[in-house]
């Protein structure tokens, strides 16, 4: 504590002389500095130490003004996020102009939505309708593979027709290949409706309507 007192009053002195003298900017061209050490101590000097010249400063005058705020220097991680954010609100503010300009009425954005989700509502039902189709052969397949090996459980059971083989294969993958292209369908159709209200929304923030 004795250290820290001292380190103040000299600080406190080393100002008081600057002031006495006219050591500022305002005066000879000097810049006086207050910083703040790692103790929580307060400096004043018209030099800064070098394990001290990246924090955050003040310049100021022969009166304690304060004439100039020096911001900390900012790690790479913060300066990634500042310039992550700045990013972000160019592409925020590109987005705002192409909605305004694209759509005149939050109904023209509605048509627009209600078009493409129609559009994509009947593609999903023609996928439907395409893999209750082949749910259906892969039915019968089934059904008629249990006559022969190695499904059937007569040991006199002739072994599958190649043919029969070939056709169990091709429509099961026929089928994993349609429904997923029907998850597909529908997680697009879920992203398109938010997206469309996303668009709504700020479009209504942007005119001021409701």
Known sequence: ?????????????????????????SS??????????????????????????????????????????LEAQKSPEQLAEEDKRKQEAQQRAHSDKKLLSTYSSVQDIQRLR???????????????????????????LR????????????ANAPPMPDQMAEDLVRVGNDIRTQEE?????????????????SDIARYRELKGTH
């Open 1 to 25: 504590m004795k250290n820290i007192a001292w380190i103040l009053a000299a600080s406190l002195l080393l100002v008081a002389t600057a002031f006495a003298s006219g050591s500022s900017t």
């Open 143 to 154: 059904s008629a593979s249990m006559g022969y090996k190695p499904y059937s459980g007569d």
């Open 28 to 69: 000879n061209g000097r810049k006086l500095y207050k910083w703040v050490d790692e103790q929580g101590v307060t400096h004043y000097g018209d030099q800064i130490p070098p394990e001290y010249a990246t924090q955050e400063r003040q310049v100021i005058n022969s009166q304690g003004i304060e004439l100039d705020h």
């Open 114 to 140: 209600d078009q493409r989700l129609n559009h994509l509502s009947d593609q999903i039902k023609v996928t439907t309708q395409f893999l209750e189709s082949l749910n259906g052969k892969m039915t019968k």
């Open 181 to 197: 292209n029907l998850r597909e369908k529908r997680a697009e159709a879920a992203s398109m409706s938010q997206q469309f209200d």
